[in-house]
């Protein structure tokens, strides 16, 4: 992106901050110490071990696919949530090239709050595409240790992308058309494209395919779940 499409420092953390009220999902911490913190790309290296561990214990499952399933898909939504919810909320994208995440649990921090006018952003859904698939979900994927499809991958973030989109129309209402064309623009482009579709007009997601939690002892099958009936 060019120099004229960044905003100020001040306007990218206000932006965060507001967008935080909507839930866990959307937070997204700005500055302070680094201790207790790491650079998301550590974790990915590890192949999100710690998280996938940690959900297959609480779910009570051995099978480790289903906790790396699980894990990635609460990441995913952790990702498009801020990031969706800043560009139609105040037209900035937050930057997430240096993300952190927290030693201990899901969270997620920027060190510094920098960041992009959505509007000066030629081709936003690209850009978008780009900033949470290939630069940390695609990441996530190749550090993994354990075999599951690429496509159950795939379908877990445009899941998460959905889910991310039906909060923010329940939120903001009168954003219906630049949020369901963004999304839908989404849901075209690379990995995404396939992997499921929407159903009404709340947003209402059908995924071509399942990301295992009916599995667990405690599952069932989820709402967007291509074996939901």
């Not at 978008?128 to 599951?148: F, S, T």
């Amino acid at each position: 992106m060019t120099a004229p499409a960044r905003a100020p420092a001040e306007a990218v953390t206000a932006t965060l901050e507001d967008v935080a009220a909507l839930g866990g999902f959307f937070t997204l911490a700005v500055g302070g110490p680094d201790q207790g913190w790491h650079p998301v790309t550590d974790t990915y290296a590890r192949g999100f071990t710690d998280l996938a561990e940690a959900v297959a214990d609480r779910y009570g499952t051995r099978e480790t696919r289903i906790g790396v399933s699980i894990a990635q898909l609460g990441h995913a939504a952790r990702l498009w949530s801020p990031v969706l919810a800043c560009t139609l909320f105040h037209g900035i994208v937050p930057d997430l090239a240096r993300l952190h995440r927290a030693d201990e649990g899901p969270a997620l921090r920027l060190p510094a709050p920098t960041g992009w006018y959505a509007d000066r952003i030629p081709h936003l859904p690209k850009v978008l595409y780009e900033l949470v698939v290939e630069q940390h979900l695609d990441a996530m994927a190749a550090g993994l240790r354990v075999k599951i499809s690429p496509r159950l991958l795939d379908g877990n973030a445009a899941s998460a992308l959905a889910g991310t989109a039906q909060v923010l129309l329940a939120a903001r209402p009168d954003l219906r058309h630049p949020l369901t064309e963004l999304t839908t623009d989404l849901l075209a482009t690379g990995c995404l494209d396939g992997t499921g579709h929407f159903t009404a007009p709340d947003l209402s997601f059908r995924r071509r395919s399942c990301y295992l939690f009916y599995r667990t002892p405690v599952g069932t099958k989820c709402g967007d779940c291509c074996l939901a009936r």
